[in-house]
């Protein structure tokens, strides 16, 4: 149980005697800090009880599965509350002791069932008081086909489908917002990196991009006024010489506790692994692939908000019709649907000829969202109870808007079958689960993307293909060449498989007496101190 709160507001509630009324959201306030591959991000939210009797307020936030929070503070007139962390047991009762005596005060928790969904619940807002809740997280940046890296600033948090026989959770507490959001959003970012910066794009419009630096390594970019926030915010930022690996030191904290992570430097290792062609071509499989498509109801959803946006189901249609055609002969494949139930085009995986092909062209295409609601597992445990086809390793592809409550069963049952499989993940449409669509790849080994519109779905298409005809590079270690009486203690999880020219990043403490970085590798203190906490 933490005291803190996440990024971006979709769903708000108050709750007074058992009543639910809006609370509106005046304002978000963003800024954005890149270091080569890593972001930090700041944002401020503005609320204000419009009511005429104080409200216990309950927020519902979406959050990247992967990112830290590090920061959370909250302002309510002139009182400042800042987030500690504490068990959930504690937390609770504090809160419910500071509510029934009158005290404001602020809890978040994360949702038992799925890692991107936090509740922060807010006690005593008086009539007319104003709320400012602050908070800072870390997040990798994704790398897409074109070599870009991805962040996203969500305006959707999709409802979250409950399973029959379940207990019902945060599906009873989230909705879609339909329509432009009535507040304001302003965006800021600051991008510095030892290479130098080519461009940044957006789907939504931008204000010129303004380089600080000579050598185009440090520049800032706005979005323009009177943005609506009708759809996900994307940017998609290049750097020259992406493949070359890059350093990034942070110097360590003077003030800190001797031997913590905060008081020694930290290095970041950028590195795109690059294997000799004769090695991988020899190396080179047919594979059994299966295509797992979701077709519940809510893929019968636009992907966004925004114009010219086509519903989930013909997307996801569209990147399975891709990936058929461009199978290579002699390999095995079959399709499933799931919803509620689950269907198969085959009794088991077939060969790939130009006539199982054509079959499965025309099946797909006739495919519908109307399989009631989105139950994974019992499709999932189904393929896993068949058996593999010697020397055709199975390479499974998840196509889902993510729309599910039991994400953590559903990762656990994938990761026990990580030895038998790799598996890649779609996440179609704006507000697909995070922590499912990347959680699905961490634990099968693969490769996630999150298709949101028709203009990238092809490379990323492609590129899933292209990670699953190569095998994946496994028993992998580091070894650090350093300065004498330095070491470097790993911090980041082991990397267990790798494919060519995938990007990885490696976090390291460094110990022992070191120098501040040279001008060559990076600004030696590139990060506040509340970034630091990626490290």
């Known amino acids: 149980m933490m005291l803190f709160s996440c990024m ?19 304002s978000i306030s963003v800024e954005v800090r890149v270091q080569d591959h890593v ?15 104080p409200l216990e307020a309950l927020f519902v936030f979406p959050l990247p599965a ?13 009182q400042e509350i800042v987030a500690e962390l504490q068990d959930k047991e504690t937390a609770r009762d504090q809160y419910d002791d500071a509510v029934s005596s009158g005290q404001q005060a602020f809890m978040l928790e994360e949702s038992a069932e799925s890692p991107d969904v936090f509740k922060l619940s807010v006690g005593c807002l008086l009539p007319g008081q104003n709320a400012a809740v602050t908070i800072i997280y870390i997040t990798e940046l994704a790398v897409q086909a074109d070599q870009s890296l991805r962040f ?25 917002v339909c329509g432009a959001v009535p507040y304001s959003l302003t965006l800021s970012v600051h991008v510095s990196s030892p290479k130098p910066i080519s461009k940044l794009e957006s789907n939504c419009t931008l204000d010129p991009l303004v380089f600080l630096r000579s050598d185009h390594t440090q520049a800032t970019v706005n979005l323009s006024p009177g943005h609506m926030f009708d759809r996900d915010v994307e940017l ?12 990034v030191v942070e110097a360590g904290v003077a003030t800190a506790p001797s031997g913590s992570l905060m008081k020694d430097p930290v290095v970041m290792i950028s590195l795109y692994p690059e294997f000799p062609e004769e090695m991988m071509s020899s190396l080179k499989n047919q594979g059994e692939f299966v295509f797992v498509m979701d077709r519940s109801g809510s893929m019968d959803c636009m992907m966004h908000r925004g114009i010219g946006a086509q519903k989930c189901i013909e997307s996801a249609k569209d ?53 009631g609601g989105t139950e994974i597992l019992q499709p999932l445990a189904h393929i896993y109870s068949q058996p593999c086809i010697p020397e055709h390793p199975r390479q499974l592809f998840i196509f889902t808007d993510g729309e599910v409550e039991n994400t953590k069963e559903v990762l656990d049952l994938v990761k026990s079958h990580a030895h038998s499989h790799r598996c890649f993940s779609f996440g179609i449409g704006e ?79 460094l110990k022992g007496k070191v120098g501040h970085p040279s001008a ?16």
Not at 238 to 245: F, M, R, S
């Open 236 to 247: 998609f930022l290049y750097y020259q010489d992406t493949h070359q690996p890059s350093a």
């Open 152 to 176: 996203c600033l969500p305006a959707v948090l999709n409802p979250r489908y409950t399973p029959a026989g379940s207990d019902a959770g945060i599906v009873s507490e989230i909705s879609s």
């Open 319 to 371: 990147t399975l019709l891709l990936l058929l055609k461009s199978l290579p002969m002699g390999c095995y494949f079959n399709i499933y649907g799931f919803g509620s139930r689950f269907e198969s085009f085959f009794t088991k995986s077939v060969e790939y000829n130009q006539d199982k092909m054509d079959q499965a062209l025309k099946k797909v295409k006739e495919m519908r969202a109307d399989m």
């Open 39 to 53: 972001a930090s991000v700041s944002s401020t939210l503005q609320y204000v009880n419009e009511e005429q009797r």
């Open 66 to 78: 992967d990112a830290a929070v590090c920061h959370f503070s909250a302002k309510i007139g002139e």
């Open 431 to 509: 507000g697909a689960s995070t922590a499912l669509i990347t959680g699905l790849a961490r634990e099968g080994s693969g490769h996630a993307q999150f298709i949101t519109g028709s203009e990238r779905m092809q490379p990323k298409v492609m590129e899933s293909l292209r990670f699953a005809l190569h095998p994946a590079v496994s028993n992998i270690s580091v070894d650090w060449t350093l300065p004498e009486r330095v070491t470097a203690e790993t911090v980041s999880p082991p990397i267990d498989v790798l494919f060519q020219g995938q990007r990885t990043l490696i976090y390291a403490q």
């Open 8 to 26: 971006c507001d979709v769903l708000q509630y108050l709750r007074c005697c058992a009543v639910f009324v809006s609370v509106p959201l005046k």
């Open 520 to 535: 060559g590798g990076s600004n030696p203190d590139p990060f506040s101190g509340a970034e630091r906490e990626v490290m």
